[in-house]
């Protein structure tokens, strides 16, 4: 993984794909466990594939291990040792292979291949770590049955996991145990896993549908035990989703959960032993907030629906990635979506949709307008852990959701099931899905249009739809002309048109919706347009309204940035009147935007009576969702904001920002009291929809008041980070003090470390908050280097060193960005030094100088020096390389 400066860049490319000449059909794993040296025996089932040529070569992976013996039945033989590879000639048709290797897990940082977290053995393969464990042809078109035996001391490692069944549990000699271990379900090695260590478990068996039952089980370490049961309710609820929604059920008779502390991503969807960031397994009302507990809701989903996209049916190669990714964040978003309507009515799915479109609004569209824009199905890479992107999972979601739209909720299903039906047991592309999609739905938009659909996978950027519309009394319609441009990104420019759906309705001057009628049918009063080339007019008859205001990608049909010039009024009406959720969202976004950026551009910023009566009126809706309404209120992110300009200066973004913040606590003073006043907790605490809700709402409501700043009211904040009885309102006190840079958050936060001291996730919070504190006295960047030699910080710990590097650098805009280019220093001396600790979590942090090019002059060119400087770098990671590059490029 860490190359010489001078060595040139070893590109993967998609056109290059050739399927393996070699398959192996079974293998055997004995791991002899051992912090300082593991040694690893495999043995292989391989048979040259039908068709492949008698010469053709075994080629196999291998990397930071070394190797002991290589036998071919049995013998001795020849093999050519290349950088990172093995390569075998001249071998028979089938054959046993036999490899030793010898790993040092104690001293892998990286955290991909074998490691120790807290004195247990875990492994992570995906994508390209179980080179790290053994020799092995490492791609996922390869499939194998695996037989694990683990060998361990007893004492110190009492647990011992791999995928599937235990086939059985012996003592051995001199203190260490065995367990054997058989996953029945050929798959490829980066599903691949184990696990060692004095771990305890919360176990439940459940009956499926199907009549199986089935032994459930969530691994911590001892002290953790009292933080497992919402993932547990959330795996059972996931199961039972899965059968209702789709008809898929769980395939083994054991699946397991297991929680680690030191972890480079979110989860691992491991064949039958799934491995999680502690971050999304472990909460109880103590210490985890409501945020924490719909991650671990959703992850938990996520990583168990992956059991059939992704691991029954796997990607041929890694540029398929967002046929598992994006499909499973879909079946993700989904599942929570269907949670929420069953507990809150559609407008609770409203809810988690505006929730999921913030992220790919703020993650993705920015990801696809910088320098690593690549397409959801990228061409090429240096690194594929960098391709772990909002693109293939978030914006590949999107790609899901659309055919969804276009084919409809059962069509869906019967695509699905052709989809299982055709590949179950197979690594497939992307194409592939598509395909059964359209096949299943042969009349739909999506199978006329599969085509030009499909430029969804291989053209990025996000498109603009420009739209215009207009009424024409003389003849009863209304006009709407929808046309789409796609920008040039790295690498792609003349782009051809792409399939997009946009849901719509029209609503008449007294907020009613009127009746659509298109090419003489009628469509009731929500339809979806699909629009398959550059530029379509479509004409709406029988319109009597004296004016039309166009409702336009309801549902944000389609990711892609609206660009239609809606006067003020036209948004006021949809926020005050349309049936659509998102589109009153969208309507309050698009007014708090117009605001922001006016201050941003330099002028005062104004608030006017009809805005601000707007949102009174929303906040005094007895109908609106609390959880809804806290999302309407609260203005787009910095991040977002800076997106709409050519030119960014961060700093000035925030100060907008924060003045708007500002302006409406004190315009809306007597509804943010009345809020708070009303919605006092009813009963203990209970992580529910309606409950997070309303907290999220008063919670609003007191970082408002908090900018009035008033010495008694901050007192009473004060009080409640002491005594607060769960995580979600003793944090939002504590952060509404930080963020007004109040005097009494320096006691809280001492208050709140002393008390949380010993519990990691709590604590990562505590770091988080602060370093993504406004700078309020240009002393920002030394607390965050302060917080950095605090005796709790690591950068060994992902999520100890993201706490304090990614929110800083990433999360901080307006303190991060100076003139005088310290904070970039800072970034890149820190690049360097987690690159040389764990080059996954160190790319990550360089792309927060991504979009450096758009930035105002006086931080550009100080931006542009930190890059250099890193790039000038002698030892640098092939992960860090690449993403520095494209940023220079
Ligand atoms: N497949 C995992 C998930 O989406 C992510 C694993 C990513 N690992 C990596 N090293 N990039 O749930
Ligand atoms: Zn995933």
Same mark, same amino acid.
């Given at each position: ?37 593991t ?15 008698e ?24 093999f ?68 694990v ?31 054997v ?90 064949k ?37 996209t ?19 964040v ?15 009515g ?9 929730e ?40 590949g ?40 999609m ?21 053209q ?33 420019s003349?782009k ?15 907020g ?27 004409t ?13 990608l309801?549902r ?9 010039a809606?006067?003020?009024?036209d ?30 551009r ?9 805005y ?20 309407l %209120? ?9 997106? +709409? !300009? @050519?030119? #960014?200066?961060?700093?000035?973004? *925030?100060? $907008? ?6 302006a ?104 988080a %908050? ?9 002393? +920002? !960047? @030394?607390? #965050?280097?302060?917080?950095?030699? *605090?005796? $709790? ?11 304090v ?79 520095i ?5």
């Amino acid at each position: 993984m860490t190359a010489k400066p001078d060595t040139p860049a070893r590109i993967t490319r998609l056109t290059d794909y050739t399927p393996p000449a070699y398959a192996i059909d079974s293998v055997h794993l004995r791991f002899d466990l051992d912090p300082a040296k593991t040694r690893v025996h495999s043995r292989m089932a391989v048979r040259r594939v039908a068709g492949a040529a008698e010469s053709a070569a075994l080629v196999l992976d291998g990397e930071d291990i070394t190797l002991l013996t290589l036998k071919v039945n049995g013998e001795f033989v020849a093999f050519r040792q290349e950088t990172d590879k093995l390569v075998l000639d001249k071998l028979p048709e089938a054959f046993t292979l036999e490899i030793e290797t010898l790993n040092v897990p104690q001293a892998n940082t990286q955290l991909a291949g074998l490691y120790m977290s807290g004195g247990a053995f875990f492994t992570q393969c995906e994508a390209e770590g179980f080179r790290r464990i053994t020799y092995w042809p490492d791609r996922p078109d390869v499939m194998s049955r695996f037989h694990v035996t683990l060998r361990a001391d007893k004492a110190a490692y009492p647990v011992l996991l791999s995928n599937g069944n235990l086939v059985s549990h012996t003592d051995l000699d001199g203190g260490r145990h065995e367990a054997v271990w058989d996953d029945p379900f050929p798959k490829p090695c980066y599903l691949f896993a184990l696990v060692a260590g004095n771990l305890v478990c919360r176990e439940q068996t459940v009956r499926a549908a199907s009549g199986k039952t089935h032994l459930l089980q969530v691994y911590v370490r001892a002290g953790d035990l009292d933080k497992t049961e919402h993932a547990m309710e959330s795996l059972i609820k996931s199961i039972a989703w899965d059968e209702q929604r789709f008809g898929l059920s769980l395939d083994l008779d054991r699946f397991m959960i297991v929680a680690v502390s030191d972890f480079n991503m979110g989860a691992m969807e491991n064949k039958g032993l799934n491995i999680f960031n502690t971050k999304y397994v472990l909460a109880n009302p103590a210490t985890a907030t409501d945020a924490d507990y719909d991650g671990i809701e959703s992850v938990v989903g996520h990583e168990y629906f992956h059991n059939w996209t992704g691991n029954r049916i796997t990607c041929r190669d890694w540029f398929q990635l967002s046929l598992k990714e994006g499909l499973t964040v879909f079946r993700d978003q989904e599942f929570s979506q269907d949670l929420a309507a069953a507990a809150g009515g559609e407008s609770a799915r409203a809810v988690k949709r505006i929730e999921d479109v913030r992220v790919l609004r703020t993650a993705q569209f920015s990801e696809d307008a910088g320098p690593m824009a690549h397409p959801v199905r990228p061409e090429q890479y240096q690194a594929i852990d960098n391709f772990y992107t909002a693109t293939v999972y978030e914006k590949g979601a999107e790609v899901v959701r659309m055919m969804q739209t276009l084919v409809g909720r059962a069509g869906f299903r019967k695509g699905m099931d052709l989809y299982f039906q055709r590949f179950d047991g197979q690594a497939v592309t992307c194409d592939d899905f598509a395909q059964a999609m359209a096949d299943a739905n042969p009349q739909s938009p999506l199978a006329q249009h599969l085509v030009a659909f499909k430029r969804w996978y291989s053209q990025a950027g996000t498109p603009h739809l420009h739209a215009s519309g207009s009424l024409d009394p003389a003849s009863r319609t209304y006009t709407l002309t929808l046309r789409q441009t796609l920008p040039d990104t790295p690498g792609q420019s003349d782009k051809q048109p792409q399939v997009i759906p946009v849901a719509m309705g029209l609503l008449g001057p007294d907020g009613a919706a009127l009746p659509l009628w298109l090419d003489g049918q009628d469509k009731g009063s929500d339809t979806v347009l699909v629009l398959t080339e550059t530029e379509q007019t479509f004409t709406f008859g029988n319109i009597d309204a004296a004016a039309v205001t166009p409702s336009l990608l309801r549902r944000f049909s389609a990711p892609v940035i609206l660009d239609y010039a809606y006067p003020d009024a036209d948004l006021l009406h949809l926020l005050a009147h349309d049936a659509d959720p998102f589109n009153r969202w969208e309507a309050a976004q698009r007014l708090t935007l117009a605001r922001v950026l006016a201050a941003v551009r330099g002028d005062e910023l104004q608030l006017d009576p009809a805005y601000l009566d707007a949102l009174r009126a929303v906040l005094r809706d007895p109908k609106l969702d609390p959880a809804f309404k806290e999302l309407l %209120l609260t203005p787009p992110g910095e991040s977002y904001i800076a997106e +709409q !300009l @050519d030119e #960014v200066d961060p700093p000035r973004i *925030h100060r $907008a920002r924060q003045a708007l913040r500002t302006a409406l606590a004190h315009e809306l003073a007597d509804d943010w009291q009345a809020l708070w006043d009303s919605l006092t907790p009813q009963g203990g605490y209970s992580p529910d929809f309606a409950s997070a809700g309303r907290r999220a709402l008063r919670n609003l409501a007191q970082a408002h008041l908090c900018e009035l700043g008033q010495t008694s009211w901050l007192g009473r904040v004060y009080q409640r980070v002491k005594d607060a009885d769960n995580m979600t309102d003793r944090f939002a006190a504590l952060a509404a003090l930080v963020q007004v840079g109040a005097e009494l958050a320096k006691p809280a936060l001492e208050r709140f470390a002393a008390q949380f001291a010993g519990e990691a996730l709590v604590m990562d919070k505590w770091f988080a %908050l602060q370093a993504s504190s406004p700078d309020h006295d240009g002393r +920002q !960047l @030394d607390r #965050v280097r302060a917080l950095m030699q *605090h005796p $709790a910080f690591s950068l060994q710990n992902p999520n100890r060193a993201r706490s304090v590097l990614f929110a800083y650098c990433q999360a901080n805009p307006g303190a991060f960005h100076r003139a005088d280019g310290a904070g970039y220093a800072f970034w890149a001396e820190q690049v360097q030094a987690l690159d040389a600790i764990n080059p996954q979590v160190a790319a990550r942090l360089a792309r927060a100088l991504d979009r450096w090019r758009k930035l105002a002059p006086v931080y550009r060119d100080a931006a542009q020096q930190a890059l250099r400087s890193v790039a000038d770098s002698a030892m640098l990671s092939s992960d860090t390389r690449e993403i520095i590059e494209r940023a220079l490029a």
